[in-house]
């Protein structure tokens, strides 16, 4: 089946120091992937998407490849900031499946100042 | 370009109630997704509607249900509520043209409390 799987959280960071949340992926054929981020007391807001293998996709200093030799795509930040702070998700949507995204259970990042 | 919207935004209701959540989603968008949000299970997919049909469903029982009108506008509803039920539902909008590589945007969410 589709699954997603995150770094456990939560992450503390201090303020311009580098940013890594491992995330690899369970699917058959070519997902989509997507990193979405969650502020508190928000929904989700897409962070970055890549749609095919050796895609970066990157935003806000975001980035992320997405690797099908390692099933993975990662998000990497060179340097974080307070505002950073929030709730990051991994999320794959399936081959033949549209409107159906698969989530991962989420990376609770803190950034001190 | 107004987001997608969802009302209540926090509603508390007893086992055994039933309850309707309402979704607007992004103006030409014509697929809404549905999905629950816990601590314990994270963000799970409930279903899809696109041009009014119910197109993809996730594995949660038949007392979740919804429905998606000519607007594109999509309800869902929860009879029998269980504590269980107590959680954050996000609603998002997508285009539904190009495949699995549609972007969701989605709402802020409605906070269900079952007491």
């Known amino acids: 089946g589709n699954s997603v799987t995150q770094m456990e959280g939560p992450v503390t960071l201090s303020e311009e120091a580098f940013l890594t949340i491992n995330c690899t992926y369970t699917?058959?054929?070519?997902?989509?992937l997507f990193w979405y981020v969650q502020y508190p007391g928000e929904g989700l807001q897409l962070l970055l998407k890549?749609?095919?293998?050796?895609d970066k996709g990157s935003n806000k200093g975001f980035e992320a490849t997405y690797r099908k030799e390692t099933t993975s795509f990662h998000l990497e930040k060179g340097s974080v900031q307070v505002s950073d702070s929030a709730v990051y998700f991994c999320a794959l949507s399936p081959l033949g499946s549209q409107g159906n995204l698969i989530f991962g259970k989420g990376t609770k990042l803190s950034v001190k100042p | 370009k107004a987001g997608v919207t969802q009302t209540p935004r926090y509603l508390i209701k007893t086992r055994g109630q039933q309850v309707t959540l309402s979704c607007s989603p992004i103006s030409g968008h014509r697929s809404v997704s549905w999905y629950q949000q816990t601590p314990g299970q994270g963000l799970q997919f409930l279903f899809e509607y696109f041009s009014e049909t119910q197109r993809n469903k996730g594995n949660f029982p038949g007392r979740f249900s919804g429905r998606q009108f000519s607007n594109s506008r999509s309800e869902m509803n929860v009879s029998t509520l269980e504590l269980g039920d107590s959680a954050l539902y996000l609603c998002?909008?997508?285009?539904?043209?190009?495949?699995?590589?549609?972007?969701?945007?989605f709402g802020p969410g409605t906070r269900l409390t079952v007491l």
């Open positions: 890549a749609t095919k293998a050796d």
């Open positions: 699917a058959t054929g070519y997902p989509s």
């Open positions: 998002a909008s997508s285009l539904r043209t190009s495949g699995n590589t549609d972007t969701q945007y």
